[in-house]
């Protein structure tokens, strides 16, 4: 079996996660989950970014638009919160998207919006 891309790195951020979505549960807005999870990084000691701008280019060119990751972690893996009945195909595509544009390897799509917490992740 084939190690896991960023295994030791995406186990904590899943699991700070589990701890927003323990103490929080579902139904909130993203921010909120956003701004308890900057928190549970900081206190977990997990380096990210928030709110990350990726430039997109086509053919060298520089596009006005840009796009804006919810959180860069571990400067390696994209962390994008979602807040749906399900993780659905438009949320993987978004984040291949990212994954690309950003040229990193890793997404994880957190799913806030159920009763029970659920991820995925995206290898681009």
Same mark, same amino acid.
């Given at each position: 079996?084939?190690?896991l891309?960023f295994?030791?790195?995406?186990?904590?951020?899943? !699991?700070?996660? /589990?701890?927003?979505? %323990?103490?929080?549960?579902?139904?909130? #807005? =993203?921010?909120?989950y *956003?701004?308890?999870l900057e928190?549970?990084?900081?206190?977990? !000691?997990?380096? /990210?970014?928030r709110? %990350?701008p990726?430039?997109?280019?086509? #053919? =060298?060119?520089?596009? *006005?638009?840009?796009?804006?990751?919810?959180?860069?972690v571990?400067?390696?893996?994209?962390l994008?919160? %979602?807040i749906?009945?399900?993780?659905?195909?438009?949320?993987?595509?978004?984040?291949?998207?990212?994954?690309?544009?950003?040229?990193?390897?890793l997404?994880?799509?957190?799913?806030?919006?159920?009763?029970?917490?659920?991820?995925?992740?995206?290898?681009?």
């Amino acid at each position: 079996m084939a190690d896991l891309l960023f295994k030791e790195e995406s186990y904590k951020i899943i !699991g700070a996660c /589990f701890e927003v979505h %323990k103490i929080l549960g579902h139904g909130f #807005k =993203e921010a909120v989950y *956003k701004d308890a999870l900057e928190f549970e990084f900081i206190r977990s !000691g997990i380096p /990210f970014i928030r709110e %990350k701008p990726y430039t997109i280019f086509y #053919k =060298e060119q520089k596009l *006005k638009h840009f796009f804006v990751a919810d959180f860069v972690v571990y400067d390696n893996i994209i962390l994008e919160i %979602k807040i749906s009945n399900v993780i659905g195909e438009p949320h993987i595509k978004q984040t291949l998207n990212y994954l690309k544009a950003s040229g990193l390897r890793l997404g994880v799509v957190i799913n806030f919006g159920a009763p029970s917490l659920t991820y995925q992740r995206v290898i681009f």
